[in-house]
C-alpha cells in the first residue's frame, strides 16, 4: 500500500463534514413517559434551562382523569448554538399510569412511534425526497416512581414494548427523596428486573434523575435544585443526583449516537418488516386514537347490552307463546272431548230410535 508523507488535504474532511452538517441543522425527538407528578415537565425545562413546556394546572386533574385515555402532546422548539440550528420535539404522554385500569396503556405510545416510522418510510419512498419530516422518536426517557422496591407490571410490559422500538432509558423519579443506601438498592432490583424480563435499554445505562428551580443555597449560591427542610439538593452537583450526566448523554456527549441508532437499528428493523422485495409497503400500521379506541369499546359494550336485552325480551315473548299454546292445547283437548262425548249421546239416541 503506498502511503503519501505529503498533505493533500484528506485530513479536512471531518471539517467538511462539520460544515454539511452545520448548514443543514438536525432534528431530535425525545419523548418522556410517567405518571402525573413524576417531574417530566420540571426535568424537560431544566435540561434545556427555558420554559418549553408549560407546568399543569393540578386543580384541574380531576377533570383530566375523566378522559381515561393516555393522550400524545408533542412541543416543537427550535434552537441556534454556535449557528447550529436544532429543531427539538418533545412528546409528553399525560394520562399515563394515572389510573386504577392501565391496562394497554402503552399502545398510544408503540402506535405512535410506529407511525412515526411509517410516516418516514412512505416520505422516503417518494420520487422526490428533499423535504423530508422526521418526526422519530430518537430517545425516551421512563421515568420510574420512587417506590424504593422494583418495577412495577406496568413498568415491565411498557418498558418490554417501547425497549424494541426506541432507545430506552430509565430513568428514577425524584431520586432525591431515597437516600443514597436505599437509592443504590433500588437501582441494583430495577438492573435485575431489566436483566430478568429481557428489556432492552440503551447501552449507556443512566437510571436517576433529580431537577428543579432556582434555589439559594446557605452559602449564598443560586442553583438549580430542590429545596427541603434539611437543605437544597443541587440538579448540577453529581453528588447529589445523576442529572448532569443524563443532560451530558442527551445533548453533548451521544445525541448523534442516539440519533444514528435509531436509523440504523430500530428504523431499519422496522423497515425491513414492512418493506417487501418489490419496495412496496407492507403490513401498514393500524393506529387507533386512544379515544376513538375508548368510544368503539363503549359502543361494543352498548350494543352487547343491547343483544342481552332483546334476547331477555325474546325469551319472555317466547315463554309466553309457549304458555299460551299450551292453553290452546288444552283448550282444544277439553272441546274434543266434549266433541266426542257428544258423538256417544247422538249414536245412543240414534241406536235407541233404530230399536223402536
Known amino acids: 500500500m503506498a502511503t503519501n508523507t505529503k498533505s493533500i488535504g484528506i485530513a479536512n474532511l471531518p471539517n467538511q463534514t462539520h460544515k454539511i452538517v452545520s448548514r443543514k441543522g438536525t432534528t431530535f425527538t425525545v419523548m418522556v413517559v410517567g405518571e402525573s407528578g413524576a417531574g417530566k415537565t420540571t426535568y424537560i425545562n431544566t435540561l434545556l434551562t427555558t420554559t418549553i413546556k408549560s407546568y399543569r394546572d393540578h386543580t384541574k386533574r380531576r377533570d383530566a382523569l375523566s378522559r381515561k385515555t393516555v393522550s400524545i402532546d408533542v412541543i416543537r422548539a427550535a434552537f441556534d448554538e454556535n449557528n447550529f440550528a436544532t429543531q427539538l420535539n418533545v412528546v409528553d404522554t399525560p394520562g399515563f399510569g394515572d389510573y386504577v385500569n392501565n391496562r394497554d396503556a ?105 431537577e428543579g428551580d432556582d434555589v439559594v443555597t446557605p452559602d449564598g449560591r443560586t442553583v438549580k435544585g430542590r429545596q427541603y427542610l434539611w437543605g437544597v439538593s443541587e440538579v448540577e ?92 292445547n288444552k283448550d282444544l283437548e277439553h272441546e274434543h272431548s266434549y266433541i266426542t262425548a257428544l258423538t256417544q249421546e247422538i249414536k245412543q239416541l240414534e241406536d235407541k230410535l233404530n230399536k223402536k
Open 106 to 210: 402503552w399502545q398510544p405510545l408503540v402506535d405512535f412511534i410506529d407511525g412515526q416510522h411509517e410516516m418516514y418510510l412512505r416520505q422516503e419512498l417518494q420520487p422526490h425526497r428533499d423535504d423530508i419530516l422526521d418526526g422519530r422518536v430518537h430517545a425516551c426517557l421512563y421515568f420510574i416512581s420512587p417506590s424504593g422496591q422494583t418495577l412495577r407490571p406496568l413498568d415491565i410490559e411498557t418498558m418490554q414494548k417501547l425497549g424494541s422500538r426506541v432507545n430506552l432509558i430509565p430513568v428514577i423519579a425524584k431520586a432525591d427523596t431515597i437516600t443514597p443506601k436505599d437509592l443504590a438498592a433500588f437501582k441494583r432490583r430495577i438492573r435485575d428486573a431489566i436483566n430478568a424480563h429481557n428489556i432492552r435499554i440503551y447501552a449507556p445505562p443512566v437510571e436517576s434523575e433529580t
Open 237 to 328: 452537583n453529581e453528588a447529589h443526583c445523576d442529572f448532569k450526566k443524563l443532560r451530558n448523554l442527551l445533548i453533548r456527549s451521544h445525541m448523534l449516537d442516539l440519533i444514528t441508532t435509531t436509523e440504523d437499528v430500530h428504523y431499519e428493523a422496522f423497515r425491513s418488516e414492512h418493506v417487501s422485495t418489490d419496495g412496496r409497503v407492507v403490513g401498514s400500521v393500524a393506529r387507533k386514537d386512544a379515544k376513538f379506541k375508548e368510544e368503539e369499546d363503549a359502543l361494543r359494550r352498548r350494543f352487547a347490552e343491547q343483544v342481552k336485552a332483546k334476547e331477555a325480551m325474546f325469551r319472555q315473548w317466547e315463554q309466553k307463546l309457549i304458555g299460551e299454546r299450551d292453553k290452546l
